[in-house]
């Protein structure tokens, strides 16, 4: 099996991109995935995509890495309607062991703006569900999500990666919205959307002294149930823009397709709000704000490429640590890959016993028909000889496969046994 990461993240992709091509909904996912089946049959995939980052990964018969990136670019821009030329550039693709070690950095938050933040492992988690849930799943691909996950727990004991802030949430409100506002206490804090980062977000605000709270969502139910957990209340989506006009600190992750807020809009909600001061923080994926919202007056626009400054200073502080989980993260990937490619050299192995047992059977079955004064004992005697034998003679090549697959998968050595012993026909 062939295994592939083609990923465009926060790091290397513009947030223009990743939002066209970011699978946003569960209906959107669950047709993903079905289209993934019909291109490509035989293969294993998991879809992670967060506000971050759209990931791909996929375990398929061959070698041919080149012919499968191609494969999936082809997949992505057919299927968001998006001109692969605009954006071919941005993509990454790893394959193999860099492709193991391409996740386990991302489930280990290395590969996040904010270096330990906890969210990663359970979006990683939720995707390789929704991979399980959607029939998309097979032995490489549970082993290696299953690894990951046992990879972020050793990082996350053994390092100190996650002290601190290390949320998306806890930086955008203890390093951006505490250098706007002096104090929260007297801040009416407006709610978009009601996921788990609308949740965690809440949270901090609720330490730094937040009071008021308004909840506005599409669904109401779920407006309900997040404002009575935090002291807050929910308002319909109809009233959002009265909202937008009272609000100091608003907090949007709806998860819409497209912005919900223009400048025009964010304008003319505001019209009584002159002279005060609006922060507000777009965790949406796509984005919920359009760009220009921020150049309005009194307006501090965040996005999530915006935290990326200080995420990087938060990396920077703790490079110590980053080694540690580095080191870890080495680690695993080489007993997986050893294991891998144990497994890809095992099928040989087997084959290869399988038909030289085969063969001493046959003929010591042609043996004992001539032979038919040979006691019980006399046979058993024979056989296990025979067997000793056998075993021995195939000790030495498959000793040197067992050798060869601790660096890397011996194709050249299994291609001569299949050649050898004829194990093709």
Same mark, same amino acid.
């Given at each position: 099996?062939?295994?592939?990461?083609?990923?465009?993240?926060?790091?290397?992709?513009?947030?223009?991109?990743?939002?066209?091509?970011?699978?946003?909904?569960?209906?959107?996912?669950?047709?993903?995935?079905?289209?993934?089946?019909?291109?490509?049959?035989?293969?294993?995939?998991?879809?992670?995509? %967060?506000?971050?980052?759209? #990931?791909?990964?996929?375990?398929? $018969?061959?070698?041919? %890495?080149?012919?499968?990136?191609?494969?999936?670019?082809?997949?992505?821009?057919?299927?968001?309607?998006?001109?692969?030329?605009?954006?071919?550039?941005?993509?990454?693709?790893?394959?193999?062991?860099?492709?193991?070690?391409?996740?386990?950095?991302?489930?280990?938050?290395?590969?996040?703006?904010?270096? =330990?933040?906890?969210?990663?492992?359970?979006?990683?988690?939720?995707?390789?569900?929704?991979?399980?849930?959607?029939?998309?799943?097979? $032995?490489?691909?549970?082993?290696?999500?299953?690894?990951?996950?046992?990879?972020? =727990?050793?990082?996350?004991?053994?390092?100190?990666?996650?002290?601190?802030?290390?949320?998306i949430a806890s930086v955008a409100v203890g390093d951006f919205a505490k250098s706007i506002f002096d104090h929260f206490e007297d801040k009416l804090v407006l709610i978009i959307g009601a996921g788990e980062m609308a949740e965690e977000t809440l949270r901090?605000?609720?330490?730094?002294?937040?009071?008021?709270?308004?909840?506005?969502?599409?669904?109401?139910?779920?407006?309900?149930?997040?404002?009575?957990?935090?002291?807050?209340?929910? #308002?319909?989506? %109809?009233?959002?823009?009265?909202?937008?006009? &009272?609000?100091?600190?608003?907090?949007?992750? %709806?998860?819409?397709?497209? $912005?919900?807020?223009?400048?025009?809009?964010?304008?003319?909600?505001?019209?009584?709000?002159?002279?005060?001061?609006? *922060?507000?923080?777009?965790?949406?994926?796509?984005?919920?704000?359009?760009?220009?919202?921020?150049?309005?007056?009194?307006?501090?626009?965040?996005d999530i490429d915006s935290l990326r400054r200080t995420c990087d200073e938060h990396r920077h502080a703790r490079s110590r640590e980053i080694e540690t989980a580095r080191k870890i993260i080495a680690e695993e990937q080489s007993e997986f890959m050893a294991? *891998?490619?144990?497994?890809?050299?095992?099928?040989?192995?087997?084959?290869?016993? &399988?038909?030289?047992?085969?063969?001493?059977?046959?003929?010591?079955?042609?043996?004992?028909?001539?032979? $038919?004064?040979?006691?019980?004992?006399?046979?058993?005697?024979?056989?296990?000889?025979?067997?000793?034998?056998?075993?021995?003679?195939?000790?030495?090549?498959?000793?040197?496969?067992?050798?060869?697959?601790?660096?890397?998968?011996?194709?050249?050595?299994?291609?001569?046994?299949?050649?050898?012993?004829?194990?093709?026909?």
């Open positions: 099996m062939n295994l592939l990461a083609l990923y465009c993240t926060h790091q290397t992709t513009p947030l223009a991109i990743r939002e066209r091509l970011a699978f946003a909904s569960r209906e959107q996912l669950a047709k993903a995935y079905a289209e993934l089946r019909r291109r490509c049959p035989e293969s294993e995939a998991v879809i992670l995509s %967060t506000c971050n980052r759209v #990931e791909l990964y996929l375990a398929q $018969p061959g070698d041919d %890495t080149e012919y499968t990136r191609q494969q999936l670019a082809q997949f992505l821009s057919e299927f968001h309607a998006v001109p692969l030329d605009e954006f071919v550039g941005e993509l990454r693709a790893d394959s193999g062991s860099e492709a193991v070690r391409h996740l386990f950095e991302v489930i280990s938050s290395l590969d996040s703006m904010v270096l =330990g933040e906890p969210q990663i492992v359970n979006q990683v988690k939720e995707a390789y569900r929704a991979a399980e849930e959607h029939g998309a799943c097979g $032995p490489l691909v549970h082993s290696l999500f299953q690894g990951a996950i046992h990879v972020s =727990g050793r990082v996350r004991t053994e390092t100190k990666l996650s002290e601190g802030r290390v949320s901090y605000l609720k330490d730094e002294g937040v009071r008021e709270i308004v909840v506005i969502n599409r669904n109401p139910e779920r407006a309900e149930r997040l404002a009575r957990e935090w002291n807050g209340r929910a #308002e319909p989506w %109809t009233d959002l823009d009265h909202w937008l006009g &009272q609000a100091d600190v608003i907090v949007s992750t %709806t998860g819409a397709d497209r $912005p919900i807020i223009d400048a025009a809009r964010f304008r003319k909600a505001r019209a009584a709000a002159v002279g005060r001061t609006a *922060f507000i923080l777009d965790l949406g994926a796509p984005r919920d704000f359009e760009p220009a919202v921020g150049n309005l007056d009194d307006v501090f626009l965040y294991e *891998f490619h144990r497994r890809a050299s095992g099928d040989v192995v087997s084959r290869l016993m &399988q038909d030289w047992h085969g063969v001493s059977k046959s003929e010591l079955d042609r043996l004992f028909a001539k032979q $038919p004064h040979l006691t019980a004992q006399d046979r058993e005697a024979i056989e296990r000889t025979v067997e000793r034998i056998v075993n021995k003679l195939l000790h030495p090549p498959l000793e040197t496969l067992k050798h060869e697959s601790r660096d890397g998968a011996p194709h050249g050595l299994i291609d001569a046994l299949k050649r050898l012993f004829r194990l093709d026909g």
